[in-house]
């Protein structure tokens, strides 16, 4: 949906664990699972170079 290019892509380095990822598509009824290489060749083919970073983890553990 971003045919400008005006969206930076920004994935956790934690993804990158060789575990595949599981997305909802647009919608919750559906799961699309991908392995971190077809992802990236995916993000690259639509123009978004993924900048993959640190994320922070909460203090307290937990995902917010």
Not at 6 to 27: K, S, Y
Not at 50 to 62: F, S, Y
Request: charged share 25%; proline share 8%.
């Amino acid at each position: 949906n971003d045919r400008q290019g005006a969206v930076t892509m920004v994935l956790d380095r934690n993804l990158a664990t060789g575990e595949p990822v599981n997305f909802h598509p647009l919608i919750n009824t559906a799961t699309l699972r991908l392995e971190l290489d077809d992802l990236l060749a995916f993000l690259r083919e639509t123009g978004h170079d993924p900048m993959i970073v640190d994320l922070p983890v909460p203090e307290d553990g937990q995902n917010v």
